[in-house]
């Protein structure tokens, strides 16, 4: 059976284990504009965070930024092994605040949509009087649920007949040739799905992901976009005709946003594209949250070496804060951007990331692998989130008791 591409976790409040006990008055500390009391957990982080990293690591079991880990880190109780390759990671990295975009018209929808018949219609009022109607006769409990989202309330829509394109929120795209799209839709359904991700050798060399990828940049470039970071390609190929399947986010300067959240929370904000590619041009395109001007860059200090991060890791594991499986391993690590919505300015905070992507995950626990099962049954942190300066822990995923 062939799996979502885009699995995804929904859950409440993560409920976290944290172990007290009497301790001595502790210092006051200031986040925000607003002092409290200081754990010692956050004063073990900050000494490794204050600490002056060893750059010498030849010839030790030390991890660094630009080689491979393969280690439990924590205990055999409470631990998580991490086999990853770690990318080489700069000095520093600036924190970006984005706003909404304030150059999009109908002129520049209309360049994005690329008609070749020029019969084109603005439909805005029409889609929005039929979703009125559409929803006017749901019961309420069959209503969408209305997420955050990041822009204002802004739509327009035009169609050719062919194609069509809109922009929404300003920061919204979605783009669709029916005719491109017929047919992807028809290999979709019989051809079995090939990940490329990792394994870029394994897509025919007539049609590599590159070009994919290349044919995908050019229609972005439109919107001033010069740069992606892909989180997952699949290729599909029936009777001689292909297409890619990319999964995507925006980047900066090399470092894109992440793209693996597992569980959402109402009120987060997850910049995502997709992307359906044949060779003669791009069937559908949609990106979510995706589009925004920068209007704040701020550097807030270095970012943490791969063997701080596994010394705050192992502090957090000593201190129950999450839960790991010593044979549950966590294959990827690397330093994104980690998305905040903030009122109508997205933050993006340069975070080290390290997980195992869900789809692996599901596919080892369905393939018998106990490791994972007991891993998922017992709320072991699989998808952790760690600021890259400050080493404060900003995310873990581990509950898996719903899905969709």
């Known amino acids: 059976m062939k799996k979502k591409f885009l699995s995804v976790l929904i859950a409440g409040a993560l409920g976290i284990c944290v172990l007290t006990g009497c301790q001595k008055a502790p210092e006051a500390s200031a986040d925000s504009d607003v002092y409290h009391a200081k754990s010692s957990l956050e004063g073990e982080v900050g000494n490794i965070v204050a600490k002056e990293p060893d750059t010498n690591?030849?010839?030790?079991?030390?991890?660094?930024?630009?080689?491979?880990?393969?280690?439990?880190?924590?205990?055999?109780?409470n631990g998580i092994w991490i086999c990853a390759e770690v990318p080489a990671a700069p000095q520093t990295a600036r924190t970006l605040t984005l706003q909404k975009r304030d150059d999009w018209d109908t002129e520049k929808l209309k360049e994005l949509l690329d008609s070749e018949n020029g019969n084109i219609q603005d439909i805005t009022a029409e889609y929005l009087a039929q979703r009125e109607k559409e929803l006017s006769e749901m019961n309420e409990e069959d209503k969408p649920v209305e997420w955050m989202n990041f822009g204002d309330d802004s739509l327009m829509i035009l169609s050719d007949g062919q194609k069509e394109v809109s922009f929404a929120r300003n920061t919204s795209v979605s783009y669709v040739d029916e005719i491109?799209?017929?047919?992807?839709?028809?290999?979709?359904?019989?051809?079995?799905?090939?990940?490329?991700?990792?394994?870029?050798?394994?897509?025919?060399a007539q049609f590599p992901v590159s070009h994919a990828k290349d044919i995908l940049l050019e229609k972005l470039a439109v919107l001033d976009i010069t740069e992606i970071h892909i989180?997952?390609?699949?290729?599909?190929?029936?009777?001689?005709?292909?297409?890619?399947?990319?999964?995507?986010?925006?980047?900066?300067?090399?470092?894109?946003?992440?793209?693996?959240?597992?569980?959402?929370?109402?009120?987060?904000?997850?910049?995502?594209?997709?992307?359906?590619?044949?060779?003669?041009?791009?069937?559908?395109?949609?990106?979510?949250?995706?589009?925004?001007?920068?209007?704040?860059?701020?550097?807030?200090?270095?970012?943490?070496?791969?063997?701080?991060?596994?010394?705050?890791?192992?502090?957090?594991l000593e201190n129950n804060t999450f839960c790991g499986n010593a044979k549950a391993k966590l294959t990827q690590a690397e330093l994104v951007y980690y998305p905040t919505l903030r009122e109508k300015e997205l933050m993006l905070t340069p975070a080290w990331h390290i997980y195992i992507p869900l789809h692996e995950m599901m596919d080892?626990?369905?393939?018998?692998?106990?490791?994972?099962?007991?891993?998922?049954?017992?709320?072991?942190?699989?998808?952790?989130?760690?600021?890259?300066?400050?080493?404060?822990?900003?995310?873990?995923?581990?509950?898996?008791?719903?899905?969709?």
């Open 57 to 77: 690591t030849a010839g030790t079991d030390k991890p660094k930024s630009g080689g491979s880990y393969d280690a439990l880190v924590g205990t055999e109780e």
């Open 180 to 204: 491109f799209k017929k047919n992807c839709d028809a290999i979709y359904k019989k051809a079995p799905e090939i990940d490329v991700t990792r394994d870029s050798e394994t897509a025919p």
């Open 364 to 404: 080892a626990m369905e393939s018998g692998d106990n490791a994972w099962q007991q891993a998922v049954e017992n709320g072991t942190a699989w998808n952790i989130y760690l600021d890259a300066v400050t080493g404060e822990l900003i995310k873990h995923s581990g509950d898996m008791s719903r899905t969709f």
């Open 231 to 316: 989180s997952r390609a699949l290729y599909y190929e029936l009777d001689g005709t292909a297409f890619y399947e990319l999964a995507f986010t925006p980047s900066y300067e090399t470092i894109g946003v992440a793209s693996e959240f597992g569980q959402i929370v109402l009120g987060e904000v997850q910049p995502r594209g997709t992307a359906w590619i044949t060779e003669d041009g791009i069937a559908t395109m949609r990106l979510e949250n995706y589009c925004g001007k920068i209007t704040e860059q701020s550097e807030n200090g270095k970012i943490l070496t791969f063997s701080q991060v596994t010394d705050i890791l192992g502090k957090y």
